[in-house]
């Protein structure tokens, strides 16, 4: 194995945070990935990684390494994008980072149309409920809800999502229908454990703002977990239109308080800014602004 695909060997196994998780992207065992990291641990005379049982991380070496395979292995996959603009389809790894719910609902019923037309294109997605430094995790392009803080990224915006109030029409039938939000203090609501803010439901209406902190007897670290329990009956659910849009249409949820506004969240596509746009990130741009630029289909009103 070369210099080069040691250096790529490696790079994957801090990225991902364990030999497993490399093997499976590299097509390589776990054993593989572990030998190949030790046996340039011993050509580089210094220790790379940490090692447990479930997971690697960078030695202080090993991180001021990494940055440098990072550094390298991207001029390399630049170079190798610049030429598929000659006349060639578009190909190599296109990375997509985005949130669990935007992803689930919004962005894969749409990837399987989009590979079929770029065969040549291998996607690697991932998934964060967090901001990453695309650059640096070396991510082609992001979806970012919210408000954008980096003003070097390139932001092509993709439209908005309200929040919506709704339950399942078993659950109604069950408790009955909040009127005004101050029903909501009646009610089991369902809460994320991860975020106080989230619990925090905020509502305009003809008399002013209300604030509702939510009380329920269902909690949970996981946006899905609460649209699943939700769509059992189990409470009354605050989610973003881009996740419930469907359901409602098909009368799984009923939205709920729709004369009290709640708040609207942008949503764009991110990608680094450079000189030449990779044909691959070109291509997923289009398709992806084609599909929701504009008028998105989840922020109609119910």
Known sequence: MSKFE??????TA?????????GRQLDLSPSAVSKLVTRLEARLGVRLVNRTTRAVSPTEAGQQFFERCQDILGQVEAAEDALSDHGRSPKGTLRISSTPGFAQHRLLPLLAD?????????????LTGQAIDLVAERVDLAIR???LKETSLIARPLGESRRQVCAAPAYLARHGIPR???????????RLSTSRDFN????????????IEVEGNFVTD????????????????????FMVRQAIDDGRLVP????????????????????????KVRVFVDFLLAAYGGDPPWDRVS
């Open 256 to 279: 709920l308080l729709q004369p009290f506004e709640m708040a609207r969240q942008q949503i764009h596509l991110v990608y680094p800014h450079r000189r030449h746009l990779a044909p």
């Open 200 to 211: 925090q439901w905020h509502f305009h209406g003809p008399a002013g703002e209300t604030l």
């Open 180 to 190: 005004v939000p101050e029903d909501l203090r009646g009610h089991n609501c369902l």
């Open 114 to 126: 989009f590979q079929a037309h770029h065969p040549s294109l291998r996607l690697e997605l991932q």
């Open 14 to 22: 801090v990225r991902l945070g364990g030999f497993s998780a490399a």
């Open 222 to 241: 996981n946006v899905e977990a609460l649209y699943g329990y939700a769509l059992q009956g189990g409470g009354i659910v605050r989610l973003s239109s």
């Open 6 to 11: 040691e250096m790529q060997v490696f790079a």
């Open 145 to 147: 809800l919210g408000p």
